[in-house]
């Protein structure tokens, strides 16, 4: 079964430094969500792409973080400058037809010191 | 706005034990969709049902079931006789239909840590 492909799996990062998350979803699937998960909680969304146009970015914290899915296809979220609130999860998903269920990639564990 | 509240935060039973996860949501929206992942320690979330605002009935699959119940907006997910491999969190969540906007994104409730004893 396809996957959803995110990188790294791990990062540590001091904070003020820059950080970059990928992600490619599953290929056909042209709307992709960025989602933190903070230890304990459940997911909340950052942003949400329908191809390469951002449809949701209303919880993203625009004045360090920034995402991009320029050819509609992968996607890459950043963190500049990293502080130490920002350790959680962050994981990826997509999915195809409205309402289809979100398919989510193992995540990337970020680790601000 | 969309809520869902998951109330057990973490529940311990032994294996071979029926346990219920309980799942309530907030919705002003008439046509919705409702929504159960596994997420287990390595880390990913793992589809198991969807269930849309006009289905009502119970639905089975193997050892899981699923009670949804409109009237107090309630969606729970029942293991019957559990098993060690069923420990993780498991996260319930709603998504407002898409419709002509296109897909939504699920707000997911805090998550119901399951341990499973042998």
């Known amino acids: 079964e396809a996957e959803v492909a995110q990188s790294p799996r791990y990062k540590i990062t001091e904070k003020s430094q820059a950080v970059a998350f990928w992600c490619d979803p599953i290929?056909?699937?042209?709307?992709l969500y960025w989602y933190r998960q903070i230890l304990g909680q459940g997911p909340e969304l950052l942003v949400q792409?329908?191809?390469?146009?951002?449809?949701?970015d209303s919880q993203l914290p625009k004045d360090r973080f920034s995402a991009e899915r320029l050819k509609g296809v992968d996607s890459t979220l950043k963190i500049q400058p990293a502080e130490l609130g920002d350790s959680a999860m962050y994981l990826c998903?997509?999915?195809?037809?409205?309402?289809?269920?979100?398919?989510f990639g193992n995540g990337t564990r970020l680790t601000v010191t | 706005a969309q809520k869902v509240t998951q109330a057990q935060t973490e529940i311990s039973v032994v294996e071979k034990e029926d346990v219920t996860l309980d799942c309530v949501y907030e919705?002003?929206?008439?046509?919705?969709?409702l929504f159960w992942y596994k997420q287990p320690p390595s880390g990913e979330l793992v589809f198991l049902i969807r269930?849309?605002?006009?289905?009502?009935q119970n639905e089975i699959s193997g050892r899981y079931s699923w009670n949804f119940q409109k009237s107090t907006s309630s969606f729970n997910f029942t293991i019957t006789a559990s098993q060690v491999v069923d420990s993780a969190v498991y996260f319930c969540a709603l998504r407002p239909e898409g419709g002509f906007s296109g897909n939504t994104p699920l707000v997911f409730g805090k998550g119901t840590r399951l341990s499973v004893i042998a």
């Open positions: 269930r849309n605002s006009f289905d009502e």
């Open positions: 290929s056909g699937h042209a709307t």
């Open positions: 792409f329908q191809d390469e146009s951002v449809v949701d």
């Open positions: 998903a997509s999915s195809s037809i409205s309402n289809s269920p979100l398919h």
């Open positions: 919705t002003r929206d008439t046509t919705y969709y």
